[in-house]
């Protein structure tokens, strides 16, 4: 059964930090691409930052600069570290494996709330 566990959210204020972290388990780790998206209420989910073909993260514009992408292939971890903060990026956040760079994915986490107040 594959399985894609988030944490790390919570409740900060602007310009305030937190890292997510993702296990993933029941797949083969390094076969699949990763990535992290986000969706708030009332809104359609956004991808926020992901690997590319060559292992180079890419971000969306919105989190470029404050975010960063990172995995532990060893411990079959995604991370995102997502500094300075801000009330826009209040949503329920989402670990995804997609079966190519770019691709929707195939498998999803059950999500974890980040909550910024102004």
């Known amino acids: 059964e594959v399985q894609l566990v988030e944490s790390g959210g919570g409740s900060v204020e602007a310009g305030g930090s937190l890292r997510l972290s993702c296990a993933v388990s029941?797949?083969?780790?390094?076969?699949?691409?990763m990535g992290w998206f986000r969706q708030a209420p009332g809104k359609e989910r956004e991808g926020v930052a992901r690997f590319d073909w060559n292992g180079s993260p890419i971000y969306a514009e919105s989190v470029k600069g404050r975010f960063t992408l990172s995995q532990d292939n060893a411990k079959n971890t995604l991370y995102l570290q997502m500094n300075s903060l801000k009330p826009e990026d209040t949503a329920m956040y989402y670990c995804?494996?997609?079966?190519?760079?770019?691709?929707?994915?195939?498998?999803w986490g059950q999500g974890t709330q980040v909550t910024v107040s102004p």
């Open positions: 995804a494996a997609s079966r190519f760079p770019g691709a929707w994915p195939s498998y």
């Open positions: 029941g797949l083969t780790y390094n076969n699949w691409y």
